[in-house]
């Protein structure tokens, strides 16, 4: 089996870009340690304090925020790093070459049950026209030269792309190291699965919601097969489902909040979500365009998210560009 670096040289990566998924990979085997230990390290539990995003911080959302934080900020060729966790970006080496956004631990609601979260990063080039502090970070989505995500599973994967396919790595706790189990990540183009917080359903709006209907009258609707749903409520772990084996994962607009429609980020879940889809042959929207084509105007702010097989994903968005005065059966 092939281990993480020769694997990294023979698709030509860049050597500085092999150094920072390097780091990346030794944060995610401390985070995936800690994260085994459970109780007994105790680590778990929330603490007193909220995130930029007014959400309650969990200890080891803390912990995997500041472990990020130290070890990439250690590393030569990074110039700073964003994070969901801080309200600003934390700047590194001037000379660095690169941006890191990350989620340090995506879905950690999840902990206190034992459940699946993950690590989400996202990598772009520093920009040399004299762009400084935040504004560095204001890039679309397909300027990202790497996006990844660390599955904290039964088993803890790493899975990413530098724009040349999806590689799957699963650690070897035996050994301590990452080693390749999947080369080439592909989605299928069809689904017959897909995943989405049904308790918000009377948020949506008329489209989406006929679009939900539709999937749920299965073969007695006008999709004339039935579907599947899932629902881990961490956006690393249903993604992984849907590379796994196809899907459609949604987090649509939401009524509910005038000024943030959107629940998901774009810098730190949205881009590394979509550039993973679209390298594994699927399609990620935001509703109103391609995810990646997305100019950022804020570090933090939230996007619609359709994502996964293409042709659903393209069904999806065929509902919601219906006007909602007329009803999606014809679609
Ligand atoms: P947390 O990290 O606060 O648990 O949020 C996870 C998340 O941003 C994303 O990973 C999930 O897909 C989504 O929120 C789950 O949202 P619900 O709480 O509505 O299920």
Redesign the pocket.
């Known amino acids: 089996m092939q281990r993480f670096i020769p694997t990294l040289r023979r698709d030509h990566v860049e050597e500085g870009l092999i150094s920072v998924i390097n780091t990346l990979q030794i944060c995610a085997k401390e985070i995936s340690h800690r994260l085994h230990q459970g109780e007994l390290a105790g680590v778990l539990g929330s603490t007193l304090d909220e995130n930029i995003?007014g959400?309650t911080q969990k200890k080891l959302?803390v912990l995997a925020n500041q472990l990020l934080k130290d070890i990439l900020l250690e590393n030569k060729f990074v110039r700073a790093v964003a994070s969901e966790e801080e309200e600003g970006i934390v700047e590194g080496f001037a000379d660095g070459k690169y941006l890191i956004a990350f989620?340090p631990?995506?879905?950690?609601?999840?902990i206190d049950i034992n459940s699946m979260?993950?690590t989400i990063f996202s990598v772009l080039r520093a920009p040399q026209d004299g762009r400084t502090g935040t504004d560095m970070f204001l890039q679309p989505g397909r300027d990202q030269v790497m996006a990844g995500y660390v599955l904290y599973g039964p088993s803890t994967m790493l899975v990413f792309t530098t724009g040349k396919g999806v590689r799957v790595f699963t650690l070897d706790h035996m050994v301590g190291e990452f080693l390749l189990t999947d080369e080439d990540l592909e989605i299928p183009t069809e689904t017959c699965e897909f995943?989405i917080?049904m308790?918000?359903y009377r948020h949506w709006q008329p489209q989406m919601r006929a679009y939900i209907d539709d999937l749920l009258a299965g073969d007695t609707g006008p999709r004339c097969k039935n579907f599947n749903m899932r629902?881990?409520?961490?956006?690393?772990?249903?993604v992984h489902r849907v590379l796994c084996r196809g899907g459609l994962?949604t987090?649509p607009w939401d009524s509910r909040k005038a000024n943030k429609p959107y629940?998901?980020?774009l810098m730190y879940?949205g881009n590394p979500m979509a550039m993973l889809v679209e390298q594994a042959g699927g399609r990620a929207h935001s509703g109103e365009q391609r995810i990646m084509d997305i100019e950022p105007t804020d570090i933090h702010q939230r996007v619609g998210v359709i994502l996964g097989s293409a042709n659903e994903v393209e069904t999806c968005l065929r509902y919601l560009q219906q006007d909602s005065q007329n009803g999606a059966t014809d679609v």
């Open positions: 995003q959400e959302d989620d631990l995506d879905g950690s609601s999840n979260v993950g995943a917080n308790s918000n629902w881990i409520a961490a956006m690393v772990a249903d994962f987090y629940k998901l980020r879940e």
